[in-house]
């Protein structure tokens, strides 16, 4: 699989994730600077990844899944990006997210490693969106082409939808 940033072919290092793999372990750091790690998260989840939040993709691509998991019961969405926490904790407030759980893989790098997205070129993570059951299973999987597109919201939600 090639995945492209600005049309030119990129480097992702990491175990790459499939649609029946059990989700990695990982660990990422919270707003608050506490660890999170999978055995932390329950029920159906949807992980995302971006290159960092503050550029106009992310934002919309947060901001449209904040608005549309509102909708969505039993289902949590946590975002994983480099930025440091305190970066992350502004902009949620500031833009009024509520319904996604920022994090950031910044210190360990242990989320790009575990699920494939750490782009080597950039040292940042690939778009990417995975659903993960409440067995540990993935239910979907999806490593967007281009990292500067957005995902299919549509398809990952129905996706969760669908996850028990």
Not at 50 to 66: G, W
Not at 99 to 105: E, F, G, L, P, Q
Not at 115 to 137: C, H, I, M, Q
Request: proline content about 4%.
């Amino acid at each position: 699989m090639t995945v492209k940033f600005q049309g030119n072919p990129v480097t992702l290092q990491g175990q790459k994730i499939n649609v029946g793999d059990e989700f990695r372990d990982f660990v990422v750091t919270k707003n608050d600077l506490t660890p999170l790690t999978l055995k932390d998260t329950s029920g159906v989840r949807v992980f995302l990844t971006v290159p960092s939040i503050d550029t106009p993709v992310c934002d919309l691509e947060i901001r449209t899944f904040n608005e549309k998991i509102a909708n969505v019961q039993g289902v949590t969405v946590y975002t994983i990006s480099h930025d440091l926490p305190f970066a992350q904790a502004r902009w949620c407030g500031a833009e009024g997210i509520k319904n996604v759980i920022t994090a950031s893989d910044y210190k360990d790098r242990a989320f790009g490693e575990a699920t494939g997205t750490y782009v080597k070129e950039l040292g940042l993570l690939a778009r990417t969106a995975f659903v993960v059951d409440s067995n540990n299973k993935v239910v979907y999987a999806d490593y967007l082409e281009e990292i500067t597109s957005q995902p299919d919201f549509d398809a990952v939600l129905n996706a969760a939808k669908e996850a028990k």
